[in-house]
């Protein structure tokens, strides 16, 4: 079978995205209507059984003070010995972009293994950063502690049995990122 290869737009993002450090992200984030676009997007994937297992909280402008007061706190009472600056800095983690898309499960049925509804949910992960990176803004992917930190959980928001799929931060780019080392096809794929 011979295979036409064309310039295709959407192969072309795929084969050229990169996260951006938050360090490097500014403003401005998304507008009403491309966050709407970003999250159409990342809600239309794969999903076993219709069951919707994963939901996404917003949070921009003023709630990235109200996220960061539960990130600091409980940074401050687990971390006796950390200095000011060190608190500071965890404060301020929500409001480092313009935008922070928090993904979790929302796992309430076993017809399907949950195991599946956690990938599902990994997908809502990628297509946010495609989509994102679609509208010319640039995003990444970070667990970092608060991702499994139970009182962070529940001051959240979140039940003991969901668990917290990353947080998505989105913004425009200070400094674009520079390509990094990707796996050589041999190395990763395998033909049967
Ligand atoms: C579930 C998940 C959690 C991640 N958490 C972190 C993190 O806490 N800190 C970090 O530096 N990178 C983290 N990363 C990696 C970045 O999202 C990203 O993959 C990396 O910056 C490389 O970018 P790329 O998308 O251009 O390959 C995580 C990736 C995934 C999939």
Redesign the pocket.
């Known amino acids: 079978m011979s295979v036409k290869v064309t310039t295709n737009p959407t192969i072309d993002l795929l084969l050229k995205?990169?996260?951006l450090?938050v360090a490097n992200m500014t403003n401005p984030g998304p507008s009403v209507e491309e966050l709407r676009i970003i999250l159409r997007c990342a809600t239309r994937v794969p999903d076993h059984g219709k069951l919707t297992p994963w939901r996404i909280s917003v949070i921009q402008g003023n709630a990235r003070k109200e996220v960061g007061q539960i990130w600091g706190d409980t940074f401050r009472e687990k971390n006796p010995d950390a200095t000011e600056e060190q608190i500071q800095a965890e404060y301020e983690r929500p409001a480092r972009a313009p935008v922070m898309l928090v993904v979790s499960t929302k796992i309430e049925s076993d017809r399907v293994p949950e195991w599946e509804q956690i990938l599902s949910g990994?997908a809502v992960?990628q297509n946010t950063?495609v989509a994102a990176t679609a509208l010319g803004y640039h995003a990444?992917?970070?667990?970092?502690w608060p991702?499994y930190d139970d009182d962070v959980k529940r001051e959240m928001g979140l039940a003991p049995e969901d668990q917290f799929?990353?947080f998505i931060y989105i913004g425009t780019a200070e400094r674009p990122?520079v390509e990094?080392p990707r796996p050589e096809l041999s190395d990763v794929v395998s033909y049967w």
């Open positions: 995205r990169r996260s450090v990994a992960c950063l990444q992917w970070l667990s970092e991702n799929l990353g990122p990094r």
